[in-house]
């Protein structure tokens, strides 16, 4: 009960409370640029919530067995070359950046590969948007946030396991998605509009942008308050 | 701009004319996220240039070395050991302001603006015009974090760089210190822009 209440609250704070796009500011270039029509943000979306995912499952795979002080696969690796006790102790985690940008780019790019061999509906619909991913913000924010939850924490016992990992990157990819549609759909009516010339393109855009993120503020408190209520304190 | 600047030209083009923040749209997590006060601008400008600079450098040393496919690959992992050591240095000089900056430091290897001036300049130019494009696209990112920065701290806290500004009966415009402030701040400092650059190009036209 407690495990299914602390996925449920991460997915609604990495989707709502703490939108990725409108609280934390990443992923706001295609939050621009690819916010013009909502059948595309569609497709970006849901683009990045698929490659967010899988980039969080590998890089909680690769913290947990190889980075991480302690780490199973190093330990067991390094056993061959060094007293036990020694080879417990390595902390690699100072790679961790060079690591996930790899493993990011180099599972785009099978992702890729995979999708447009074997699901071309699915490729047509999203699969142009999968290159520019690779540079986006939103999926190495969320493999850092992973980080920060496996080896930021003091009790070892609450760092995260695979099952909220993977709440924060499917989550956090709806929350992506649900900013950039909204964005689409207010675009769409923009161009109807009126608009002084200095502030066309970009310049509007911030500004819904900062009115949208007001609006998002109103979750603020909510999983708290959902804690409270379930666990009756 | 013409076919070849000398250093200084790229240094000043950096700055106003091709200012990454304003006029390219690049970067902007950082802009955006880390603006809510000076000092935290400053520091991330510091960072973003530091990095800028190494990388625009040892790319233009192995421009000769790099294949075509492997090109942005090479580009990203450069940037992201030097992300690391940039990292490292702060968390043990500047604990605290690593913690308040915590992941946009290691966001900068995504950061849209070195990738962009390593695949232009750094890989198709000797270093110094590299590592001249390098201080100069630092300067103007610099320029453009602290110009949002001060306006936010401002109105927000009433302080700059963490001294009072304001008198203290300021009633603190919390707003522009959280998120949406950042999005207005530039959202208004970017139509502003918009606007002085369409003015000034009108005047031009009339004379010319």
């Not at chain 2, 415009?173 to 959202?187: E, R, S």
Request: with cysteine.
């Amino acid at each position: 009960m407690d495990y299914l209440l602390d996925i449920f609250l991460i997915s609604i704070s990495a989707a709502l409370i703490n939108n990725f796009v409108l609280y934390y500011f990443v992923g706001i270039c295609p939050f621009i640029s690819v916010s013009r029509q909502v059948d595309m943000a569609v497709g970006m979306g849901s683009a990045v919530t698929f490659v967010m995912t899988i980039a969080v499952l590998i890089s909680w795979s690769i913290t947990t067995l190889v980075l991480m002080p302690g780490a199973p696969l190093t330990t067991w690796v390094a056993g061959f070359f060094m007293a036990p006790d020694g080879a417990g102790g390595i902390d690699l985690t100072i790679l961790s950046y060079i690591v996930y940008i790899f493993a990011i780019a180099s599972s785009v790019q099978l992702v890729e590969m995979y999708v447009r061999k074997f699901y071309p509906p699915l490729y047509k619909s999203f699969g142009v948007f999968l290159p520019l991913i690779t540079t986006n913000c939103a999926i190495l924010f969320a493999c850092l946030t992973v980080m920060s939850h496996i080896i930021g924490v003091e009790n070892p016992a609450d760092a995260w396991d695979l099952g909220r990992a993977l709440a924060l990157g499917i989550f956090g990819g709806c929350g992506f998605t649900i900013a950039i549609v909204i964005m689409a759909g207010i675009r769409e009516e923009l161009e109807l509009c009126d608009i002084p010339e200095p502030f066309k393109g970009a310049a509007i855009t911030l500004i819904v942008g900062g009115i949208l993120a007001m609006a998002f503020m109103g979750f603020t408190g909510v999983d708290s308050g959902i804690r409270n209520a379930l666990m009756g304190n | 701009m013409n076919d070849n600047p000398t250093p200084l030209e790229r240094f000043i083009q950096g700055v106003l004319p091709e200012n990454p923040v304003y006029r390219q749209l690049l970067g902007l997590c950082p802009t955006l996220a880390v603006t809510n006060n000076v000092k935290s601008a400053l520091t991330m400008a510091t960072a973003v240039g530091a990095v800028l600079l190494s990388a625009n450098i040892i790319i233009s040393l192995i421009r000769n070395l790099l294949r075509p496919h492997l090109r942005i690959v090479v580009f990203t992992l450069t940037i992201a050991a030097f992300v690391t050591i940039v990292d490292r240095v702060l968390a043990a000089y500047m604990y605290s302001m690593s913690k308040t900056l915590g992941p946009y430091i290691p966001l900068i290897i995504v950061n849209c603006i070195i990738i962009c001036r390593c695949e232009v300049v750094a890989a198709r130019q000797p270093v110094t015009a590299a590592a001249a494009d390098a201080v100069g696209q630092a300067a103007g990112f610099g320029l453009a974090l602290i110009s949002i920065a001060v306006i936010r701290e401002l109105l927000g806290a009433g302080t700059l760089a963490g001294l009072q500004v304001m008198p203290a009966a300021w009633p603190r415009w919390v707003i522009m210190v959280l998120p949406p402030g950042a999005f207005l701040t530039f959202g208004l400092l970017l139509a502003l822009v918009n606007w002085i650059t369409a003015l000034r190009r009108n005047k031009q036209g009339q004379e010319g």
